[in-house]
Each structure stands twice: as C-alpha cells, then as structure tokens.
C-alpha cells in the first residue's frame, strides 16, 4: 500500500463482513418461517425477523461504503486520511447505534415504518457517525487531487445523508407519510447510491484493466447523469396508489423505463474496460465479482424492476412475491455485490497477502450468486401464482400462501446455499491464509503461484 491511513478500511471491512453474516442469517430463519409458519414465532415474530434482516442489510452496506471511501481516497487525493482516530470513533459510533437498534427490535421498541424502525435516539446517533464520516472525507479531499472518482463518490454520499434526514420526518397523513419515506428509500437505492456505485466500479476498472483514466471517467459522467436523470423522477413508480396526484402514473411509467438505461450502461463499461485493458491482473476473484456485479444488477434492478415498474402491471403485482424477487437480486447485484468485489480487492493488500484464496472467493461467488437467481425465479413464480389468485380471480390472502409452499421449500434451499457461500467468502477473506511457494519455471518463464 502506498498510504499508510488506507488500513482505516480493515476495519470497516470486518465490521461490515460480520454484520453480513448476520442479515444472511436473519433472511434465512425468514425463509424458514415462510415454509414453517410457526416457526420462533414465540421467540421472535416474523415481523421482527425481517426488520432485523433488512436493518443489517443497510448498516453493513453504509459500512462498507465508508471502508471503501476510506480505502481509495488516499490514492485518488495523494494524501493521507484527515483524521483516522475520527474515522474509528465514527465506525465505533455506528457500529454501536446498529447494535442497539437491532436489540431494540428484539425488545419490541421501533417505529414501525419500513426500513426507517430505528427509534429516534438512534437515528440522531447514525446521522452525527454519517456527519463525522463526510467531514473526515471532505477535508481528505480538500488537502488532495481531486478527481472525478472521489468527486462523484463523495456527492453520492453526500447527497445520501441529506436524504436520509426525511427519516426524522413523520407526517400523521399517510399519503405524505409514503411520499416522503421514499426519498429516503427510493432516492438511495435507485437514485444517489447509483452514484456511489460507478465511483466505485470506476475505481476498480482503473485499477485492474491499466485503461487511461481519461477513458473511464468520461463514462462515469455519462452513467452519473442516466442515474440522476431517471432515478430522480423514477420515484413516480412509487407514487402510483398512495394517493398522490394522477400525474405521477405517466411521469412514474416513463422515467421508470429509463432506470434500465444507467444499468445497462454499467455492463457495457466494465466488460469493454476489461476487453481493452491490457494488464492482466492477478486478482482474478476482484476481477469476477466486479464483472458479475454489474450482470446481476442489470438483471436484478433493471429487468426485474422492469418487469412490473409500469402502473398498469404494478396494480396487480406490486407487494406481492414479485416485488421480493425484483428486491432480492436487485439489491445483491448492485451493492451486495459491490461490497464484496471491492472488498476482494482491497483486503489482500490490507493484510499484506496478495492475491490469496482466490478459488474460494470465485466457489463463494457462485454459490452465492447461483442461490440468489434460483432463489429469485422461485419467487417470482410463486409471485406470478400469488397475483393471478389473489389479486385477479380475489382468493383470500392465507389461502393463496398454501399454494405457494413449494416455491418457499425450494426459497428456503436457495437461501441454505447463499448462506454457505457468504461463509465461505469471509473465510476466503478473514481466514488464515496459505503460504506462497516459489513458481517452477516453464520453458524459460516464470509464473506465480495463488
């Protein structure tokens, strides 16, 4: 490593590997509780299953974020990191506030609004760990080169932490309640985090492919704009009957059309990057999950989301098994799977080994991935079956999940697969690490080893 403030990420990395764990194991007692109806159900509701399940999911993402900003920054800005003793406190802030939130669940004691439960104690507690983090990134970034990499990753994150303060904003209306809870769940995951999402790739490609700088940033400002541009308005998609004005289901159509364009875009640039880079570089697992993160993200957000983003469509299917399907992949491919691909890059330079333990970082990409897909087709059909009985010919809500307990059996297995392979990556990761042996030369040349 060049600069020694790059080791603040280790532990933001295994902070935000530990916590994944923990939301994998969470989605799999709720897969378990989809086929068992009863099960835990005097331990631990279904309803607090989830809400552990998706709180983990964006704690350990943000935390991510914040080890990959950390990670990079130093290289993009040729300088140090502002303050690294912030930079623990902020992690030790966040941690702390995660854990107690997820506590708090188990205790019955949260708001009860999607995504947004933690009670406002511990909201105020992640915005100050959020504040601390951008200040410590500006002012590494104010004392450095600035480039069009840290630029738009530090504008995603801002922007991310303005949205996030409408989750201090209550409304007793229940139609401006919605309106304004999804600028904090929609303006993140399909608007500011796109942002954050090239950035990253960007840095990867730049890294791993030895194509110009120049080249990569000029696709990044194009995938920055399709992001802002249809993201923003994509919220409409949302809007559709929630009580909001009719206009928001031509605006909501269109604009949700285009969200596939900044998707697509990202597949086209690192496979391109990569077929005209021309260093082949040794960390081909990195290689692999950025690769495929870009895939399943397209899938996942783009032709899932696709799928059922028009009014018409989302009238019968929206809250149905579907909508879990489109947000199970859509959610691995575009940030699961970015966490994990610059994870797998930055932490054998972070503990000095590098490349290590490739071929189970690759066997936990498939495992991973592959679960994920089936797990995503069997939802989808059972979401098909759910729409058509439930919503169409108007069964009652129980009687059509007795239909579906073969779609949640082969759910459940998907997910008893995911979770192998989420162990077997933080291994790969965290584990102890083989040693090196010298290559036998072949012929006059010299190979290395894993």
């Known amino acids: 490593m060049k600069y020694a403030t790059q080791r603040v990420a280790y532990p933001f990395f295994i902070a935000a590997l530990v916590l994944f764990l923990g939301q994998v194991l969470f989605g799999l007692v709720a897969g378990a509780i989809y086929f068992w109806p009863n099960f835990m159900a005097e331990i631990m509701p279904f309803h ?10 964006l704690v350990w993402l943000l935390i991510g974020f914040f080890g990959a900003t950390y990670y990079l ?30 506590i708090s669940y188990q205790l019955g004691i949260h708001e009860g609004r999607e995504f947004l439960e933690q009670p406002t104690w511990i909201k105020v ?47 007793e209306n229940l139609s401006l309640d919605k309106m304004y809870w999804w600028y904090v769940v929609h303006l993140w995951v399909e608007g500011v985090w796109g942002l954050i999402m090239a950035s990253l790739l960007a840095y990867l490609l730049i890294r791993m492919t030895g194509v110009d700088r120049e ?39 269109f604009f949700s059309v285009l969200e596939v364009l900044p998707l697509f875009t990202m597949v086209a640039f690192a496979f391109y990057m990569f077929w005209r880079g021309s260093r082949n570089h040794p960390n081909k697992a990195a290689i692999l999950w950025t690769l495929g993160c870009t895939v399943t993200a397209f899938f996942g957000a783009g032709v899932w989301g696709l799928m059922h983003t028009l009014s018409v ?8 098994q ?35 333990n490739q071929i189970m970082s690759m066997w936990s990409f498939w495992l991973m991935t592959s679960g994920m897909v089936f797990m995503t087709i069997t939802l989808t059909f059972a979401g ?44 790969a990761m965290l584990g102890p690490v083989r040693e090196q042996l010298p290559a036998k030369p072949a012929h006059g040349a010299v190979g290395t080893t894993e």
């Open 73 to 102: 920054l130093p290289e993009e800005a040729e300088t140090e990191i502002y303050s690294p003793k912030l930079a623990y406190i902020q992690l030790a802030i966040f941690v702390f506030a995660g854990a107690a939130a997820l």
């Open 215 to 253: 080249i990569i940033e000029k696709w990044l400002y194009v995938i920055v704009g399709l992001v802002l541009f249809s993201g923003l308005l994509g919220t409409g998609h949302h809007y559709y009957w929630i009580g909001t004005p009719g206009y928001w289901k031509p605006i909501g159509n």
């Open 48 to 57: 607090i299953v989830r809400m552990s399940h998706t709180n983990l999911l």
């Open 384 to 427: 098909i079956i759910q729409t058509h009985m439930q919503r169409v010919i108007g069964n009652q809500y129980m009687a059509t999940q007795e239909h579906l307990q073969l779609f949640f059996a082969m759910r459940l297995g998907a997910g008893v697969v995911v979770c192998i392979g989420a162990l077997l990556y933080v291994y």
């Open 322 to 356: 579907i909508t879990a399907a489109h947000g199970h992949l859509a959610f691995y491919g575009a940030y699961v799977m970015l966490n994990l691909a610059i994870m797998a890059y930055a932490l054998p330079h972070l503990r000095g080994k590098q490349p290590y």
């Open 313 to 320: 469509v989302n009238y019968y299917s929206h809250g149905t």
């Open 125 to 171: 507690l992640l915005t100050i760990s959020f504040l601390m983090f951008l200040f410590n990134a500006s002012m590494t970034l104010k004392k450095g080169r600035r480039t069009a990499i840290s630029i738009v990753l530090l504008m995603g994150l801002w922007l991310a932490a303005i949205f996030w303060l409408f989750s201090f904003y209550n409304p």
